[in-house]
């Protein structure tokens, strides 16, 4: 319907022949609304219809606003004398239906040259310059589709342009579990859209569709421009009013990516000429679609006319009065229709040509607000699923460029060895204020990218708050040691991963003091057993002391020269006895066996029983000392999550958390639940927090899970921490930037270059090794941890020092024993018996000894003499004993008489 504003306007062409026959009167009504008579030129016709039998003549009826007014100045206009021949509109809604409806009625033809619905029934005469519905709506889908947006949202003025977005609006892809989805709609307020424009700056879309009048566009732009939405330089509008570019948006001062459409190239020769020849006083770049298409429907109409007029040559063509209240319809006399289904001409909007009553065929150029003159890309209705582009990859990769070098980047990080720290000079500005990784790399990539940048330390210096940065648009890029995680690619995106990880656990290396157990290699026989293998080592001496006496084969002839001794022996006292046994449970043998049958049953049972008790004793006592020595380590993630001594936990609220939180692991799923369970916590703030209270903790009673690169500058610097068993995950660090940033490609372009010529091998290498305070940990060389220490064995030592302790003790007895025996003998001092003694037994060269020592001094120097001289005639066979053992010269008389061997027994033959 009509405002108050609008008006009809009639404007009557009389066309008369040259050649002075029968007048030829053709009226043509245009409707149109209140200003925009300048939007066409009746020249226009005139200018192409045949020069040669036409004249043209106007006139202007301006027509009430009410419907039925308008009705009835149609039907009294064509009820004149020559009627109407045709219609050309600019309508649409009501007062479109009344015009097809009454032209319909009336046998003429109805040219629109506005939008309009998609109807549902065909009204023969009505036709429409206007692209199709359907195939706009084809358009503006491809045209977004080929933008490659992710996710956007459309801004809509009415109902109207839900049709004009139909196809736009079938590329969601919704899923209601995801944190967004493809497309939101929202529609604009009547007076304030910018709470609509707020909305989308907070959510995590960076590309707007914005369906309006063009009357609206630059006002609804600004409210967007106050929400600071278009000052960012990731935003991309995409403006679907054909007349768009004809807008002045240098007031706007946006960063911000304006695309649009048009149906036509004012650059263009064709459109230059027909604009300086009809509209001399409109600059080309503002010819408007409305004036276009009212140009283009002239033209048409004008070759229809002179089709009929050629094919009525010889005939008259006279068009006669009209009444709305016939009561039937008028034909079409002379076929004016069907001259417009076959006409086709050349305007200034393309080639238009409606076979159907509808245009199908038009052609849509994709351009850029801010270069106007070449356009981005074409889409064509004969192939309207494909969007050709018109820049080649370099070309796009020169404006993306230019952009970004006009633009200063906002990198948001956070504060955290290697990767930023805070600078210590307190004058520092700028970048100046920190230094680390993150500032050498992005350095790098902006040498690469030749731009521009500022670091600023996000809230709380959270990562959280790094993701809310870029999808508040508070920063151009996230960089620090920030997890590529699928939750986090929902909201924003990632460049190329500059570093590879994976999580692993932290714990500290437990120096437990090994318990002092020197008599440990008593372990493997419990003290019950050791107490019997005593009591039976005495209980069979003196039991083979019995035996041996009872066996007469172990009565032996103590001179085997006699063949009629007179005396047996029996070496088996209970010194010798507990000899063989004791040799024998050691399995170190002796020089003295048994010869009789009884004895020698009894040695062998003994013997079987110290095998099997030695064998056993062996077996186990390797295992029972190495036992000893091993400590309660944890070397797997399986070993942590089974035993319940030693506590893990993790940074809270980071991609770690994450993981174990959402991970389809039972193993992992189960550790979860641990750890959120544990009192107290055992969650921490932040990675600094965690590596102190492991190494804290007392008796490494405190695991870690932490990223691999952390674990490595870590154990950098903290020489007492270790990482346990293999990493639980791979994964990677990236740079966050906003959603469909067009300069993802160029940071990922810089970040390859600096892999391929080894830069950021070279920047971890600096950061994680060279940049340190103090010097580094040292290498620790392999340890033998089966090897067994002296705490382990010391009780060995101490008995073998016992023995030889009381060896000493014994000897220095029978020693001083021996002394007193001598001086008793030969009626000395114990004094002077003990100098002569031990004089001797401190010359270890001497092996022989007298039976009885020379008293006098001379004898004695005479004694040593001699014993010197045989001593130098060779090293004996042996070293003799410093006791009072001697090599005797034995007499006649003492072999007739033999002093018996010490402990063995004697009885007459």
């Known amino acids: 319907m009509f405002s108050c504003a609008n008006r009809f306007i009639f404007v009557f062409f009389t066309l008369l022949p040259n050649s002075g026959f029968t007048q030829t009167i053709v009226n043509i009504g245009i409707c149109l609304h209140e200003g925009d008579l300048e939007n066409f030129n009746i020249d226009t016709i005139s200018g192409s219809a045949s020069k040669d039998y036409l004249h043209i003549s106007a006139a202007t009826i301006m027509v009430p606003d009410d419907i039925l007014d308008a009705l009835h100045s149609i039907c009294d206009k064509a009820a004149l004398e020559n009627g109407l021949t045709a219609i050309i509109g600019h309508t649409k809604g009501k007062t479109d239906n009344l015009l097809k409806s009454t032209s319909s009625f009336l046998g003429i033809p109805y040219i629109n040259t506005q939008w309009i619905p998609r109807e549902f029934t065909d009204i023969p005469n009505s036709f429409s310059v206007y692209p199709d519905t359907s195939m706009l709506a084809l358009a503006y889908g491809a045209i977004v589709k080929s933008l490659s947006w992710s996710t956007f949202a459309i801004v809509y003025e009415n109902e109207e342009s839900l049709i004009r977005l139909q196809d736009v609006i079938k590329l969601q892809q919704y899923n209601k579990d995801a944190k967004r989805n493809s497309v939101i709609l929202r529609k604009l ?28 566009t630059i006002e609804v732009l600004q409210q967007a421009k106050d929400v600071k939405l278009l000052d960012d330089i990731n935003t991309n509008f995409f403006l679907t009013s054909l007349d ?124 850029e607000i801010f270069n106007r003159e070449e356009p981005i890309g074409t889409w064509d209705s004969n192939d309207p699923e494909k969007v050709v582009l018109k820049r080649n990859a370099t070309q796009r990769e020169a404006d993306i460029q230019k952009r970004l070098q006009n633009h200063n980047f906002i990198v948001t990080s956070r504060l955290g060895g290697p990767y930023l720290y805070q600078s210590k000079d307190p004058e520092a500005t700028g970048n100046a204020r920190y230094y680390g990784y993150s500032m050498d790399l992005i350095s790098e990539i902006a040498k690469e990218m030749n731009i521009t940048f500022e670091f600023q330390i996000t809230k709380d210096n959270a990562y959280g708050n790094l993701q809310q940065d870029l999808i508040d648009r508070r920063a151009d890029l996230a960089i620090c040691d920030f997890t590529i995680t699928p939750q986090r690619r929902e909201v924003i995106d990632f460049s190329l991963p500059f570093m590879s990880l994976g999580i692993g656990i932290l714990h500290t290396t437990v120096e437990t003091a090994e318990e002092a157990n020197l008599y440990g290699f008593l372990g493997p026989l419990s003290t019950v057993v050791w107490l019997y293998i005593g009591l039976l080592y005495l209980i069979l001496s003196f039991v083979l002391v019995l035996i041996a006496r009872c066996s007469t084969e172990d009565w032996e002839n103590p001179h085997p020269c006699e063949q009629n001794p007179s005396e047996l022996e029996n070496i088996w006292d209970l010194k010798n006895c507990c000899w063989l046994t004791l040799g024998s449970i050691t399995t170190q043998g002796c020089d003295l066996l048994p010869k009789g049958t009884c004895t020698r049953i009894a040695t062998a049972s003994w013997w079987f029983f110290s095998l099997i008790i030695t064998s056993s004793y062996t077996a186990n006592l390797a295992a029972f000392l190495t036992m000893s020595k091993q400590e309660a380590t944890i070397d797997s993630v399986e070993e942590l999550a089974v035993q319940n001594k030693i506590k893990y936990g993790l940074v809270q609220g980071g991609s770690t958390a994450t993981f174990f939180k959402n991970s389809n692991n039972s193993l992992y799923q189960r550790m979860w639940n641990t750890m959120v ?38 154990m950098e610097r903290r020489c007492k921490l270790r990482r346990i068993g293999n990493l639980l995950d791979s994964k990677s660090y990236g740079i966050g930037m906003p959603m469909d940033a067009e300069y993802r490609h160029k940071i990922n372009n810089a970040i390859l270059k600096l892999a391929e010529v080894g830069k950021l091998t070279e920047l971890k290498e600096k950061w994680w090794k060279l940049e340190r305070e103090g010097k580094p940990c040292p290498v620790q060389e392999p340890v033998n941890t089966d090897a067994l220490a002296l705490v382990n064995v010391g009780g060995v030592f101490i008995v073998l020092g016992a023995g030889i302790a009381l060896a000493f003790f014994i000897a220095i007895l029978e020693f001083l024993w021996n002394c007193y025996n001598i001086s008793v003998e030969e009626h000395i001092t114990f004094t002077e018996a003990l100098k002569i003694e031990l004089k001797f037994a401190c010359n270890i060269f001497i092996t022989r000894k007298r039976a009885k020592p020379v008293i006098s001094e001379a004898s004695s120097e005479k004694s040593d003499k001699e014993d010197d001289a045989k001593s130098h005639k060779g090293i004996l066979p042996g070293l003799g004993s410093f006791l009072n053992v001697s090599m005797l010269h034995v007499d006649e008389h003492s072999a007739r008489s033999p002093t018996p061997k010490s402990g063995s027994k004697r009885r007459s033959s």
Do not use: W
């Open 677 to 714: 369970n544990e009192k107290p916590s055992v969650f921490e703030s932040d990675n600094i927090k965690g590596v102190e209270r492991v190494e804290s903790t007392k008796n490494g009673l405190y695991a870690y899970f932490m990223e691999s690169t952390g674990i490595e500058y870590e």
């Open 189 to 216: 307020h009547e007076a304030d859209s910018r709470p609509i424009f707020k909305e989308i700056r907070h959510l995590p879309i960076y590309s707007v569709l914005l369906d309006c009048s063009i009357e609206r």
């Open 244 to 367: 768009a570019h004809t807008l002045n948006f240098t007031a706007l001062n946006s960063k911000t990516n304006l695309t649009t459409v048009r149906l036509f190239n004012p650059f263009t020769s064709g459109v230059q000429r027909h604009t300086r020849k009809y509209y001399p006083n409109i600059d080309p770049n503002q010819i408007s679609v409305k004036t276009a298409l009212m140009h283009d429907a002239m033209l048409l109409l004008a070759e229809s006319l002179n089709a009929i007029k050629s094919t009525h040559a010889d005939g008259e063509i006279v068009y006669e009065p009209l009444f709305c209240n016939a009561p039937e319809k008028y034909s079409d006399k002379y076929g004016l229709v069907s001259a417009l289904q076959e006409a086709t001409v050349e305007g200034i909007t393309g080639q238009i040509s409606l076979p159907n009553g509808k245009r199908e065929g038009f052609e849509l150029e994709i351009i």
